[in-house]
């Protein structure tokens, strides 16, 4: 039973740049979360999305964007990325929407912006 | 608004000793709470959760955490540390309006051999 997959694993951009990260949530999981982990801290809540629409947002500004696919595979795009963008991102999968309070996380996708 | 915080960043134990991490919670209502483990480089793992009922839950790997509402506090123990456990270790707070959780800033554990 695969669990929570992210990828890319690394990778480098550049100022001002667009990054799209993507996730495929453990097998029978519908609903996928974003968070953000700058070094040091504990991770933050982007978004949450549950039968393909944005549920929740935690606060972060609309260069964060997402999208979920009908085999609930989800992807987090970030636009003009800024220095302080340059965090592990973490996707978290868990089943229910709203109502499910178990959430598996990947191995989480580590973002550079020099 | 929910918040969590932990306040040890860094602790070292002996690698047989006893160990207890501290979380404190604010939260409005009945806390939905956890606790989760990170090593280096990968993602969270989760060791235990509480929802409601007994006080006192038990986890993965001989983990356990005790809430108490008196105190806001839901600390994380182990009785005899192994130098596996060292990693960083996160609390969290479930929101009662969805599942967004809420998490402390950690707290990195060491363990002497």
């Known amino acids: 039973d695969a669990g929570v997959t992210q990828s890319p694993t690394h990778l480098i951009k550049t100022r001002g740049q667009q990054v799209t990260l993507r996730c495929s949530p453990k097998s029978g999981h519908d609903t996928v979360s974003w968070y953000q982990q700058a070094l040091g801290q504990g991770p933050q809540f982007i978004f949450q999305?549950?039968?393909?629409?944005?549920?929740q947002r935690g606060n972060f500004p609309d260069r964060f964007s997402g999208h979920q696919f009908p085999n609930y595979s989800s992807e987090l795009n970030v636009n003009a990325l800024l220095l302080g963008d340059s965090a592990l991102y973490l996707c978290?999968?868990?089943?229910?929407?709203?109502?499910?309070?178990?959430?598996?996380f990947g191995p989480g996708t580590r973002l550079t912006v020099t | 608004a929910q918040s969590v915080t932990q306040p040890d960043i860094h602790i070292t134990v002996s690698e047989g000793a006893s160990l207890e991490l501290r979380c404190n919670y604010s939260?409005?209502?009945?806390?939905?709470l956890f606790w989760y483990v990170q090593s280096p480089g990968q993602g969270l793992q989760l060791l235990l959760k509480?929802?409601?009922?007994?006080?006192l839950v038990q986890g993965i790997k001989g983990f356990e955490a005790e809430f108490k509402r008196s105190q806001s506090s839901f600390n994380l123990r182990k009785p005899s540390v192994h130098w596996s456990d060292a990693a960083e270790y996160f609390c969290?707070?479930?929101?009662?309006?969805?599942?967004?959780?809420?998490f402390g800033g950690g707290t990195r554990l060491m363990v002497k051999p």
């Open positions: 969290a707070v479930g929101s009662n309006a969805g599942n967004m959780l809420t």
């Open positions: 939260y409005g209502a009945t806390p939905y």
């Open positions: 999305y549950y039968e393909e629409e944005e549920r």
């Open positions: 978290a999968s868990s089943f229910g929407g709203r109502g499910s309070y178990e959430q598996y």
């Open positions: 509480y929802f409601s009922g007994d006080t």
